[in-house]
């Protein structure tokens, strides 16, 4: 380190470091922060300056990306940096060879004794190549004073208007919250014409989290590009139609392009990690492809997760005859997922998981710079990657039938050690917020439903059912009388012991998604009822009721926490086993308990976390996006428009609708920030590890310093945001037979709006097909009639003719305390069977009625039930015909009004 005359900002000098060697220190202690310039204070006090100002002119050689950190130093009431990286301001980003004007909000930090501030450069390989070279300029270093950003909190930012930046889809709601918004009065307006749509009040809300003013535009569906205006505040454009999500999509797809290994990535790097292997015995797998996990190079446990929402999204496409450009893309990206799950198997049971690394290595296998791990025969992981390769099958069969061969042959070998491997493995252990048996029985029914579905065997739909049969014993039923009555959550396992929620990987929607694979997978199963009921019961009556909490952002709260599970923590603040480089480094159970405390009291020792009990690890979006995946399966199995509302504005908090008004994805909408990708840079479409808290407070926290883990990107919630876009994205697509030889016209009649969408017919085959946005409707075409409740995204079959067509609709009534009555009303032609399966009910008589309509007929049939279990909810599902997509149901609780 040196003063300079080359490179100079203002008046005379620089500060220059640089590196002697080029040879970055990899010991565990020093990856990201190699070059360290301190200016050291005696215990100033900064409270009166809120903003840090600094340039810097880097010139360097061998760094794909280049980015500094700021390390501020404090030594009063509270110290800085802490373990949750407040004081710190890593990864930012830096162009090379010209200054660079870096400024950090200090606002939220405490700086009464401030004792020290770092510059940091981290070299990003062990062993340089010739040529690399490493300089830096620091100078104009001030203290400045500024409008500092809104970073904390539940209220929206003064003078903004928290939207979803991405837009909204046609059918869904449409609501827009502020906080200090001076007019009475909104305006929608189309942002290409600067024709105003739309002028209503705006409303205003006091809830559990303060006082909010709501913009509600949810009657406009006509596709466009619109801004909301009140007085002088207004938003920037965003989207109204079913192609609201496409773009981001399109950017999720191109941020798992831009971490890919093994391979060219124009401006990011060359073909890398050549020198990172697993070992088995006296053989080795190099691990390289798939994708690099963060920030860092860490590669690649995600991939399997990634592309299974890859292909899942692909077929959702393909079966529905949609955006073959999009249907292209996504399938292009699974394989390259694919064909890393496939490259690294031994053939024994035994696999690589990936290998964590944090920089570039020279690919000279056998020097100081390789990484290499050990191999493991884990039932889940086989699980996990059998799932993928079972889906890819199906995928593939038509387009590569011979790499869905060697896909099949594969999923079959690891489902099989999977299952063996299940007979013998000893219980997981409890430790708070990991790897626990729901999860794994959870991907192990998935991967068995896959499976089935792609050869049709038997003993594959029998593991299924017997790990769905694990996932139902671990699940409560019974309606808790808390503060906020609730049940549907699940536990750790069939013991039932430990709650389920995670802090850091979100996997809540493995035991749902397991759940509705089955259901659609085995419709006649007598355990059919209790999968659907335990669906119905985890997003009725536990999210959707947990999520009023957080309204008006209806953001799903974390999980139920109880106070005595603070044992499933170390006692010991030192590292052990169960506490080394993990999200519980910095765990404690007095931390938790404060944190848990700091929740909603529900009762006794239980409370409901709006973000999870965390610690050194921070961020939600992989927690928000599963549970969000969670809601969104269940609403497209059960048809409920409300649930599949709900799932959207998990989306819509992601890109916007937050109290930041900001956009979390980079590159998507606006006033997105950088994020911490020490190695790679900034990429578009690349999610963070999300918006975190402050301390033990329960509020979101968005501070300005780019620091792992909130500010890191991950590819697990790029991931979980394409497996939620295969629930959300699109138009629903109805394809359905009439009379051959009609000429009448098939109309779809929006029952909210009377908006008439008139479906394309094929008279000669007798088909018809139409793309509508999400709603109820009334469709008929003459004198046939049926109803449809139509979901974004969704595929429907309907039956119109003449003498099959039929609308029915269903209600219950409380007979007694312990008595219902469910009543069903018909309407239509022909025969047709309604068949009423139910779960906490007993039906008096039996389940299955024939009807005759005759050539057209009303008609109404009852089924008196009792209520087996007042404690807990009853569900009843009506099929007409034993369809799944003709279904009706309904739910209660008795004894409720």
Not at 136 to 152: C, F, K, S
Not at 414 to 426: M, N, Q, R, S, T
Not at 815 to 829: D, F, P
């Amino acid at each position: 380190m040196s003063l300079s005359k080359t490179q100079v900002k203002d008046g005379e000098h620089s500060i220059r470091i640089s590196s002697t060697l080029n040879i970055g220190r990899v010991d565990g202690s020093g990856d990201f922060q190699d070059l360290v310039a301190t200016r050291r204070f005696p215990s100033e006090d900064w409270s009166h300056y809120n903003r840090i100002s600094i340039w810097v002119y880097p010139d360097i050689d061998g760094a794909p990306a280049i980015t500094a950190s700021l390390t501020l130093h404090n030594e009063g009431k509270y110290i800085l940096p802490d373990n949750t990286n407040e004081g710190r301001n890593d990864s930012i980003p830096l162009k090379n060879r010209q200054w660079n004007h870096v400024v950090w909000e200090i606002a939220p930090l405490d700086r009464d004794k401030v004792t020290g501030l770092d510059f940091g450069y981290g070299l990003p390989k062990m062993l340089p190549d010739p040529g690399d070279k490493t300089v830096l300029y620091i100078d104009q270093m001030e203290l400045q004073t500024v409008v500092p950003d809104h970073v904390e909190g539940w209220d929206v930012s003064p003078g903004k208007i928290a939207f979803s930046h991405a837009g909204y889809v046609s059918g869904s709601s449409k609501t827009a919250v502020a906080s200090d918004l001076p007019g009475h009065d909104f305006s929608l307006v189309d942002a290409d014409t600067g024709k105003i749509v739309l002028t209503r009040p705006v409303e205003q809300k006091k809830t559990s989290l303060g006082n909010y003013q709501l913009l509600d535009f949810s009657e406009i569906q006509q596709p466009g590009n619109y801004l909301l205006r009140s007085g002088e505040t207004s938003t920037r454009p965003f989207r109204i139609g079913d192609d609201a999500w496409r773009e981001s999509i399109v950017k999720a797809i191109n941020f798992m392009y831009s971490e890919r290994c093994g391979t060219v990535i124009p401006g990011i790097h060359g073909v890398c990690h050549q020198d990172d292997y697993s070992i088995h015995g006296n053989t080795r797998i190099l691990v390289n492809g798939g994708y690099h996990d963060a920030g860092d190079l860490s590669a690649t446990g995600n991939t399997p997760g990634m592309s299974y929402a890859l292909f899942e999204f692909a077929e959702r496409l393909k079966l529905q005859s949609e955006d073959p450009v999009l249907y292209n893309r996504l399938l292009l990206e699974a394989e390259w997922g694919l064909r890393w799950a496939l490259k690294t198997s031994f053939g024994d049971g035994f696999r690589t998981t990936g290998q964590l690394i944090s920089y570039w290595t020279n690919g000279i296998m056998g020097d100081a710079d390789d990484r290499f791990g050990q191999a493991v025969n884990d039932p889940e992981w086989n699980f996990r990657v059998a799932a993928v390769e079972a889906i890819a099958a199906r995928v593939l069969k038509d387009t590569d039938p011979q790499l869905a061969n060697r896909s099949l042959a594969t999923a079959e070998e690891d489902w099989k050690f999977a299952v063996e491997g299940l007979k013998i493995a000893p219980p997981l252990p409890e430790i708070y917020g990991q790897k626990d048996e729901l999860e794994r029985i959870s991907f192990g029914a998935i991967a068995s439903i896959d499976l089935y579905r792609a050869t049709g065997e038997q003993r594959y739909a029998d593991e299924a059912i017997e790990l769905g049969n694990q996932i139902l014993a671990s699940q409560e039923r019974k309606l808790q009388p808390w503060s906020i009555p609730m049940t549907g959550y699940f536990y750790t396992s069939p013991k039932r012991e430990n709650l389920f929620h995670r802090l850091h990987l979100g996997q809540e929607e493995e035991p749902i998604v397991a759940l509705a694979h089955l259901c659609e997978a085995l419709p006649e199963n007598a355990n059919w009822i209790k999968w659907y009921s335990a669906i119905v019961l985890h997003s009725k009556y536990y999210q959707q009721t947990a999520a009023k909490v957080d309204a008006p952002y209806d953001m799903l709260p974390a999980a139920v926490y109880r106070e005595s599970e603070a044992s499933l923590l170390p006692q010991s603040t030192a590292r052990t086993v169960l506490k080394t480089s993990t999200p519980l480094l910095s765990a404690n159970r007095e931390i938790y308990l404060e944190e848990v405390r700091r929740g909603v009291p529900l009762g006794g020792e239980y409370y409901l976390r709006r973000f999870p009990v965390w610690f050194d690890f921070r961020g939600n979006s992989s927690v928000l996006l599963s549970e969000a995946k969670a809601l969104s399966t269940a609403a497209q199995l059960r048809g409920d428009i409300d649930a599949e509302d709900l799932a959207q504005k998990q989306a819509q908090w992601i890109v916007g609708r937050n109290p930041f008004s900001t956009s979390i994805m980079y590159g998507e909408g606006y006033d997105w920030t950088p994020l911490y990708s020490v190695r790679s840079g900034q990429m578009v479409g690349a999610l963070p590890v999300g918006i975190e808290t402050k301390g033990t407070a329960d509020a979101p926290y968005w501070p300005n310093q780019t620091c792992w883990t909130y500010k890191e990107v991950w590819t697990q919630p790029a991931g979980e945001w394409i497996w939620l876009m295969h629930d959300l994205s699109g138009p629903a697509v109805v394809r359905g037979i009439i009379d051959a030889g009609t000429n009448e016209p098939v109309q779809f009649i929006d029952r909210k709006t009377g908006k008439i969408i008139t479906a394309t017919l094929d008279p000669a085959k007798g088909a018809f097909r139409a793309v509508i946005p999400q709603g109820q409707y009334v469709v008929q075409a003459g004198t046939a009639r049926t109803s449809l409740t139509a979901l974004s995204a969704g595929t429907y079959q309907l039956d119109l003719r003449q003498e099959k067509a039929v609308a029915f609709t269903v209600e219950s009534k409380a007979v007694n305390s312990t008595e219902i009555l469910l009543q069903l009303s018909a309407e239509g032609a022909g025969v047709h069977t309604f068949t009423a399966k139910v779960d906490n009910l007993e039906l008096i008589g039996p389940g299955t009625v024939q009807m005759n309509l005759g050539h057209h007929g009303r008609h109404e049939i009852s089924w008196p039930a009792r209520v087996i279990d007042t404690t807990s909810p009853w569900v009843a599902v009506v099929l007409q015909d034993g369809s799944l997509s003709q279904h009706q149901e309904l739910t209660g609780i008795a004894g409720a009004k």
